[in-house]
T-cell receptor, first 117, second 111 residues
Framework: DAGVIQSPRHEVTEMGQEVTLRCKPI?????LFWYRQTMMRGLELLIY????????DSGMPEDRFSAKMPNASFSTLKIQPSEPRDSAVYFC???????????????FGEGSRLTVL | DAKTTQPPSMDCAEGRAANLPCNHS???????VYWYRQIHSQGPQYIIH???NNETNEMASLIITEDRKSSTLILPHATLRDTAVYYC????????????FGAGTRLTVKP
């Protein structure tokens, strides 16, 4: 299994530009999570999906952030327009929610490090 | 996560057992205790979880007190590669699906 795949691994952009982060969850997993990590705020849950449906987006900082999951194998997190304070590592994670014998274990990708100048 | 309290940092000698405490005095009857760790800048990694009974796997042991208000993660023979931030989380298994991380404990294993 290839695990959770995120792209790009690193992105440097200028303030005001649109940023799109991508995530491919583990095949067969039906829940997907987006997290943001900074030194100041730690690891924050931004949004999560069950069966491609957004369940809780209360962690999304503001309207500049949006997330979509058009199908079970792909999700995007978009920031438009980007600001320097959005600089962080963004993690995607997935798991199989609700299955029999489910441990609730989350599998994380390697993260996308975003720098907004 | 306001439901758990962990010391911000701990040290451990290589080869010794590392005992990481976690307080969760407001835990509900259907909430599980989960432990994850994050090594350097990698994504967090699941370690173990439990409800009432003590649990053990190839990575660690989880000891939960009888009143379930606290727990301890034990790494029996810590190595330098166990240096990481360790997160203790309490949550229900279903139907809520979210997993929220607190500040964790930064464990440093020293030679």
């Amino acid at each position: 299994d290839a695990g959770v795949i995120q792209s790009p691994r690193h992105e440097v952009t200028e303030m005001g530009q649109e940023v799109t982060l991508r995530c491919k969850p583990i095949s067969g997993h039906n829940s997907l999570f987006w997290y943001r990590q900074t030194m100041m705020r730690g690891l924050e849950l931004l949004i999560y999906f069950n069966n491609n449906v957004p369940i809780d987006d209360s962690g999304m900082p503001e309207d500049r952030f949006s997330a979509k999951m058009p199908n079970a194998s792909f999700s995007t997190l978009k920031i438009q327009p980007s600001e320097p304070r959005d600089s962080a590592v963004y993690f995607c994670a997935s798991r199989n929610h609700g299955g029999r014998g489910n441990t609730g274990e989350l599998f994380f990708g390697e993260g996308s490090r975003l720098t907004v100048l | 996560d306001a439901k758990t309290t962990q010391p911000p940092s701990m040290d451990c000698a290589e080869g010794r057992a590392a005992n990481l405490p976690c307080n969760h005095s407001t835990i509900s009857g259907n909430e599980y205790v989960y432990w994850y760790r994050q090594i350097h800048s990698q994504g967090p990694q699941y370690i173990i979880h439990g409800l009432k009974n003590n649990e053990t796997n190839e990575m660690a042991s989880l000891i939960i007190t009888e009143d379930r208000k606290s727990s301890t993660l034990i790494l029996p023979h810590a190595t330098l590669r166990d240096t990481a931030v360790y997160y203790c989380i309490v949550r229900v298994l279903v139907p809520n699906n979210d997993m929220r991380f607190g500040a964790g404990t930064r464990l440093t294993v020293k030679p």
